[in-house]
């Protein structure tokens, strides 16, 4: 009965690398949500999937971040070309349904660009 | 909804005191509010949710909330909170009807003093 799964918990890269954080949802949940929590702030939407579907990418910066759940495996996010702007904590969430479902997060990635 | 406000970033409060984390939304259409909790390092956990019904919505760890529809309201109280309450909490909202964004406060942290 694992909850939602997120790897790598922690994850440091330099300026200009590539993150890709990795998104596991509960079972039998084909709905995912990413969102970024920055230093002392809320969370923002980024981006609602489904499998293999895009639904609502309206939070995502318009660069440089991209975001795919496939019909096997886990959702990935992806960042090119880090900037330090880009270290805060990604979480991902899932659920049953969209409508009136409740959204269950996982545990985070927190990204640090040096 | 449209925006959901926590007007407190910090409430301290002595053990076994009550309390309350307000939290107001703006929406001109029917809403679902939420509360989650966040413990450091962690991801969010679900407190309680309001969907349609009852104003009066209890959940986990003690904690419960009412819904004002006329005062655009959602606070959470706890009679007499423990240490452990000590964490962040999220008021969260989603505009009723097919898919909808949810939209998050910007915190609460709740520190709990012996």
């Known amino acids: 009965n694992a909850g939602v799964m997120q790897n790598p918990r922690h994850l440091v890269r330099r300026r200009g690398q590539e993150a890709r954080l990795r998104c596991s949802p509960m079972?039998?949940?084909?709905?995912v949500y990413w969102y970024r929590q920055l230093p002392e702030e809320g969370l923002k939407f980024m981006v609602y999937l489904q499998k293999e579907n895009i639904i609502d990418e309206s939070g995502m910066p318009k660069e440089r971040f991209s975001a795919e759940f496939p019909k096997e495996g886990p959702s990935i996010l992806r960042i090119q070309q880090v900037v330090r702007g880009d270290s805060a904590a990604y979480f991902c969430?899932?659920?049953?349904?969209?409508?009136?479902?409740?959204?269950?997060f996982g545990p985070g990635t927190r990204l640090l660009v040096l | 909804a449209q925006s959901v406000t926590q007007l407190d970033s910090q409430v301290p409060v002595f053990e076994e005191a009550p309390v309350e984390l307000r939290c107001n939304y703006s929406s001109s259409v029917s809403v679902y509010l939420f509360w989650y909790v966040q413990y450091p390092n962690q991801g969010l956990q679900l407190l309680l949710k309001y969907l349609s019904g009852s104003t009066l919505v209890k959940g986990i760890n003690g904690f419960e909330a009412e819904f004002n529809k006329s005062q655009t309201s959602f606070h959470l109280r706890k009679p007499s909170v423990h240490i452990s309450d000590t964490a962040e909490y999220f008021c969260a909202g989603m505009n009723s009807g097919g898919y909808q964004k949810v939209t998050f406060g910007t915190g609460t942290k709740l520190q709990v003093i012996p």
């Open positions: 969430a899932s659920s049953l349904g969209s409508v009136q479902e409740t959204q269950y």
């Open positions: 079972k039998g949940h084909s709905h």
